[in-house]
């Protein structure tokens, strides 16, 4: 039998999607499951964007221009210089959802075996992507005990060796929703320049940010300019996740230009997605004031709901959506799989992350589990229901 690759064997299943085959056999039981495991939005796609594709009229279903639409990088351009970015279309790579922004970006800014620097937890497909790209993820420890906040930059600097090439970050994070501040990205920008590193920052949730908070990009910080590669997508913003959209920004042309080769390595973006992503730059700020007003009532449902149950401690997270808790438990693989498999209560039960798969350190949050708050308020309001019952029976149970 021929051998499968080293690397193929080194990349790590989704702990996202691991468990839903304990999912699937739970609804043939018959168990209602609230689906709190994954970031899939259940607020409706904005009305111009489906009417896009409703609409669509062409003759041949044509590739487009690898760097994408020239139309649609336009209109892209003009929703981020209003918010400051000072870009053009042509500093605008379109790819195939914000992931191949972060793929392309890992295998044309590190040569194999180089390092990037990222705050953890993280978003566990950054392992993916730096498997696929020959690279070596430095993870840094952020805490829960103080929300997650960006570690200091001393402990940044003392992993910086020869070969470090960049720090990443996700802004507002997921999975903790922690919203980095202006502080936090000064100090970081100054270490940049330090150390001559890329700053990747993945912005996919730049749209959610609650209680007044205000969202800085790196692309505001002058003095950045050759350093910053900001990667986006419109499957959160527009609650669009299958449309497979995203983008890589950068002001540095020889990286851009780099970019693009691996982006012409893979043809095009697809057509109708583009097409889609161009209607949906005119979707009214009223869509996403009532859609801020009504995550910011899930995540107070939410995190007021987890701080409720005895030993469970949530901090509040300033944007995305998503809380990482800290439960009561021996090991979350084993608890969510439990609650999949052998727990109910008046037949229902929830379906979590574990928080062991946004760790790189090995051992790192295993009491802990992310939760999405992407369904109504009554649905959490149940699954916290079932949490709390699940917590007192589970046999793994540990307080602290």
């Not at 594709?53 to 221009?65: E, P």
């Not at 401690?313 to 979350?332: E, H, M, Q, R, S």
């Not at 379906?351 to 760790?359: I, S, V």
């Amino acid at each position: 039998m021929p051998k499968i690759s080293q690397k193929g064997l080194d990349m790590p299943a989704s702990p996202i999607r691991k468990l839903t085959p304990f999912a699937d056999q739970a609804k043939k039981d018959g168990k209602k499951i609230y689906h709190l495991n994954i970031g899939q939005p259940d607020i409706e796609t904005p009305e111009g964007m489906l009417n896009a594709l409703k609409n669509v009229d062409f003759k041949v279903w044509a590739y487009t221009a690898s760097e994408g639409t020239a139309t649609y990088r336009a209109k892209l351009a003009s929703y981020y210089n209003k918010r400051a970015y000072n870009i053009a279309p042509t500093d605008i790579l379109v790819t195939n959802g914000g992931s191949e922004g972060i793929l392309i970006a890992m295998q044309a800014c590190l040569n194999p075996g180089e390092e990037i620097i990222i705050p953890e937890p993280f978003y566990a497909n950054y392992n993916s992507f730096a498997c696929a790209a020959d690279i070596v993820v430095k993870p840094i420890m952020s805490h829960i005990s103080n929300g997650f906040a960006l570690p200091e930059i001393s402990v940044f600097e003392s992993l910086i060796t020869e070969k470090t090439k960049a720090i990443a970050i996700c802004n507002p994070n997921n999975p903790t929703g922690y919203l980095y501040s202006r502080e936090e990205l000064e100090a970081l920008k100054t270490l940049c320049i330090k150390h001559d590193l890329y700053l990747f920052s993945d912005e996919a949730y730049r749209e959610f940010c609650y209680d007044g908070r205000e969202f800085i990009s790196p692309m505001h910080m002058e003095g950045l300019e050759e350093h910053v590669v900001v990667f986006d997508t419109v499957s959160k913003r527009y609650s669009a996740c299958g449309a497979r959209i995203g983008c890589l920004i950068t002001k540095n042309k020889t990286l851009y230009q780099v970019a693009l080769k691996f982006a012409q390595a893979r043809l095009s973006p697809s057509l109708e997605g583009q097409i889609a992503a161009e209607a949906a730059v005119d979707t009214p700020d009223s869509y996403f004031e009532a859609v801020s007003k009504e995550y910011t009532a899930r995540r107070d449902t939410l995190v007021s709901g987890l701080n409720a149950i005895p030993g469970v401690f949530c901090p509040n997270p300033g944007g995305a959506f998503y809380v990482v808790a800290k439960l009561p438990i021996d090991n979350a693989d084993r608890f969510c799989q439990w609650m999949l498999e052998s727990f109910s209560y008046q037949n229902q039960t929830v379906m979590m992350a574990p928080a062991t798969g946004f760790y790189s350190t090995p051992g790192a949050g295993e009491n802990e589990v992310r939760l999405a708050y992407v369904l109504c308020e009554s649905d959490l309001q149940n699954a916290l229901a079932c949490l709390k019952e699940a917590l007192i029976v589970y046999p793994g149970r540990r307080d602290n």
